[in-house]
């Protein structure tokens, strides 16, 4: 793979995660969004996913995910 082509795929890669990030942010509630923003978007953590900052509000995500 050359150095232009490996850059497009880190480009592409960034820019959809922007993406995402932005949809949340407008559309999801704001634990989810900060979720998000916070595993993939942080320095460090963009393909850790799984790996969320300890105070990162999991109750709120899960009680909205459960079903009632």
Do not use: K, W
């Not at 949340?24 to 978007?41: E, G, I």
């Not at 953590?45 to 009680?63: E, K, M, Q, S, T």
């Amino acid at each position: 793979m050359s150095g232009l082509e490996s850059g497009a795929r880190d480009f592409a890669d960034r820019l959809s995660c922007a993406l995402q990030a932005a949809l949340l942010v407008q559309h999801a509630p704001a634990a989810t969004a900060d979720a998000f923003c916070r595993s993939r978007l942080e320095s460090g953590r963009r393909h850790l996913y799984g790996a969320l900052p300890r105070d990162v509000n999991f109750r709120a995500i899960v009680d909205r995910a459960a079903p009632r």
